[in-house]
């Protein structure tokens, strides 16, 4: 594979990775940094943990999931973050927020015992807990999403929230196989501007080129404008693990028969 | 009845060649008879000791059978690594005659390894005498869950027995030194004391990153992930001091040599396995055989006299190679086998097995917990297989290190691989569950060994 000439340069942050990365959310930064490289796009990853300032720019914010202790561990710190990142995604920052940092970056996340862990707002969603008797939504997942040309995303879901749409809302994608959001709209994840929250882990982006290239370009454009693009280089390993991991999808998960969207 | 209709289930089975039934007989007797744990548990004369943890779980108990068959004891165990309840059941029904006891019950020692999230249900009812703990890593979260409730579990089940059972412990891993303090008899640690043994950086795979407190634990050195010299500056836990310890440790690439002391004792294993997490199975084996009465030195003797359980480091000798495999469930267990391999410093003949059935974990993100990176430069040829061979071989691809060919059925794999192993080398295979026991029973059978459930009797 050629590395085409340098598109430049992005700024990524990689927020509480040491904490949130209970379904090895670190692919996605291996994957960005990898196919970044056979793009001709260079990296410069900061990863920013408890106790550490979010740097003055970024391009693209990448957050992954935790466990309910950990979530809670950062839930204060994020929300006292949550104007700049809430500024950040108005000023068109690409970024991907997984599972429970997908919940973080809703409004709150209201646990089993009642109490409400804040969020902080950038998607117009609310969590709940479970009620007792419900089983978590734990699976193989295949959504199609209209954002961009993304298209087909394949993952892995595990979550016990169920994840509901405010009324300015947009779904990242709809559910053809699995669970997504909770079940019973057909909904996966929310998109606001160039910010994506879902519940794929998997690690997502690696066997999922679409989406992957799609972050890049975002990213690309926030910092060198509009005319910022990528030229789609053909990566064999990931385009076998994603129809792989697709008929995984359609043989094991349930067919989702919902018809909200 | 129970027990009859159980080892017919048991016969039928093997007969029919469908896997070695080693479970479901467990599962027919388990569900003519509840109390069948309970009566058969409480027969063996030397009682009844559990094995638990992420990793190491078959190899300790194979060690400990070792140990106490040395002391005289006849150890009955589900060897197979068959352990949730209706393995367990399968082990108990097949030692027992007809009328439900079991044969030579004075002499011997109900022996169980049991999967973490298993052992809070069947513990009242094993009532151990012994309970060994070997360490709590990230493993299968869409089949355990999270581990915090894994170890919460543990906590709550140990607050509410009745006889307490003597506590092996890890020292150097903090949730599970922890157990201590809800201990209700007494505690023996092991642990590593030779810092030589640390590693330089820390891994990706590092867990509980917390204290019982909240806060964070800190590391002032590891052994794997998030085991090794540990304290928390918000609480004042530390590591305790094992009392089984490695005090000097040297791992070659084909074995390892350590130095152990055990209260007052001594003694230099030669132990035949490679990498610091064989190490600590020895080291809970001998702490095992401690609380069972039985010497270091005889602990000793008996982990040097045996050979390697099933799966686990196990080796071959097959059309001129040797064939070696290794079993890997989840990211710690990873990492510490390409340290292992790495160790021996080599170029490496690799044939990688990823299966994503219920037993390996249908969740195939954990590869990428998993520092394969470090493989890159040390591999000559990589053959990836499985019913996920796509998958990790994008994750080899990510780490700079594509395979030469990517094959999903198993024969064709192995054959492909064995191939391109040149006469007298080694090809090493690392391999999931189901995937080890696949490839493991086709390896077995070219080099013409017997299958596992016959191997395991
Ligand atoms: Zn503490």
Known sequence: MTAASSLGTIRVVSLYDDVMNVYADRGNLLALQHRAAALGVSVEASRVSLGDALPAEADLVLIGGGQDREQRRIADELVRRGALLREWAEDDVAMLAVCGGFQLFGRWYRDA?????????????????PPPGWTRCIGDVLVQSPVGAIGEVVGFENHGGRTYLGPGARPFARVEYGFGNNGADGTEGCVYRQALGTYLHGSVLPKNLGLLD???????????????????????????????????????????????? | MALLAGRAAGEATRRLGRGGGTALPGLVARTLAPGLVESLAAQPGHGVVTVTGTNGKTTTTHLIAAIADRA???????????????????????????????HDAATSLGLFEVDEAALPPLFARLRPRVAVFLNLFRDQLDRYGEIDSVAAGWSRMLAVIGTAP??????????????????????????????????PEAEHASDARFCACGARVRHEAVTMGHVGWWHCDACGRTRPTPQVAARRVTLSAESSTVEVASGDDAATLRLPAVGLYSVYNALAAIAAGRALGVSLADSVAAIEATGPAFGRQERFTVDGRTVRIWLAKNPAGLNEIVRALLSAN???????????????????????????????????RLTCAGTRADDLALRFHIAGRAPEETITGTDAALDAALGATPAGGTLDIVATYTAMIDVREVVAARAGERAYWEAAR
């Not at chain 1, 975002?218 to 385009?239: M, N, Q, S, T």
């Not at chain 2, 009955?76 to 007809?98: I, K, M, Q, Y």
């Not at chain 2, 003949?349 to 993100?365: E, K, P």
């Open chain 1, 113 to 129: 015992q009642g109490e409400e862990i804040p969020g902080i707002g950038l998607f117009d969603v609310t969590t709940v807990a």
């Open chain 1, 214 to 261: 799609h972050l890049l370009e975002a990213a690309l454009r926030h910092r060198y404008g509009p005319e910022a693009r990528i030229e789609g280089v053909p990566d064999v390993y990931a385009a076998r693990a994603h129809d792989a991991a697709v008929a995984v999808a359609r043989r094991r998960a349930p067919r989702f028969e919902g018809v909200a969207r």
């Open chain 2, 72 to 102: 005289g004891m006849t150890p009955l165990t589900n060897r197979t690594g068959s352990n949730l309840e209706r393995g367990l059941v399968t082990a108990l029904v097949d030692a027992a005659g007809a009328d439900g006891r079991i």
């Open chain 2, 166 to 199: 003597v506590l092996i412990l890890n020292a150097d891993d903090p949730s599970i030194a922890a157990l201590a303090e809800v201990a209700g008899g007494e505690v023996i640690t092991f642990g590593v004391e030779d810092r030589s043994a640390a590693l």
């Open chain 2, 346 to 380: 080599r170029s490496l003949h690799l044939l990688a097995f990823l299966n994503d059935g219920i037993q390996d974990g249908q969740d195939v993100s954990w590869v990428y917990d998993a520092d394969l990176e470090r493989f890159a430069g040390h591999v000559e």
